[in-house]
């Protein structure tokens, strides 16, 4: 007999609060000095790496119905659209942050999973097979709400999901030291290729 007990399964919309961002029916215009204000993270927030760029968000004013599209640290927004399907858990940030559609804000029941784990289990090998089946479009390619709320997701216990999550939040950093790196090294490599051009030409 197997005494191995079977993983709970959950689909997405039954463990978290899923909605696609404000629509903006304008192009947004950056804050007047003296209005109250909030950051506006737009798709180019969110790069394929799965990393939210704070430092490019528009500040904006606010306005009342921003409110039900702000999220919280620790609140996860989704990427669904374009050349890589990611997800990331929001960090503190200084001013409220306003998510604007296509992104899709997710609010986890903390009762029932963890906000790390469930960003592994939106961007594992399981995940990107169903959204390669359901995704739509032809140019540009996308997943919406209607179908992301049927994505089914293993659920073992919670202390079992948290080490998953600092797994997945260790691999993340790794990521993206690895890249700090690469961009560093590349830069040097220039900048030692231009300087041995310039020596040359001074001695010629």
Do not use: C
């Not at 003296?34 to 506006?40: C, D, E, P």
């Not at 528009?58 to 620790?74: C, E, I, N, R, T």
């Amino acid at each position: 007999m197997n005494s191995r007990k079977k993983i709970m399964k959950g689909r997405l919309n039954h463990i978290a609060d899923i909605f696609t961002g404000v629509t903006l029916r304008e192009k947004p215009v950056p804050a007047t000095d003296g209005n109250a204000q909030v950051l506006l993270m737009q798709l180019g927030d969110l790069n394929t790496e799965g990393n939210i760029q704070s430092h490019t968000m528009l500040k904006v004013s606010q306005q009342d119905h921003f409110d039900k599209f702000m999220v919280s640290a620790g609140e996860i927004v989704f990427r669904g659209r374009g050349a890589g399907f990611v997800a990331a858990v929001m960090p503190h940030a200084e001013l409220p942050i306003v998510v604007a559609s296509p992104l899709i804000i997710i609010r986890p029941n903390l009762k029932k999973v963890d906000p790390h784990y469930l960003v592994w289990a939106m961007t594992n090998d399981h995940a990107r097979r169903y959204y390669a089946e359901h995704s739509r479009g032809s140019n540009i390619v996308g997943i919406g709400k209607r179908d992301l709320d049927q994505l089914e997701i293993d659920l073992p216990p919670i202390n079992v999901q948290k080490m998953i999550g600092q797994v997945e939040q260790l691999a993340a950093e790794e990521q993206r030291l690895l890249t700090r790196y690469q961009k560093a090294k590349s830069r040097l490599v220039e900048a030692m290729i231009v300087e041995s051009i310039n020596n040359k030409e001074s001695a010629a």
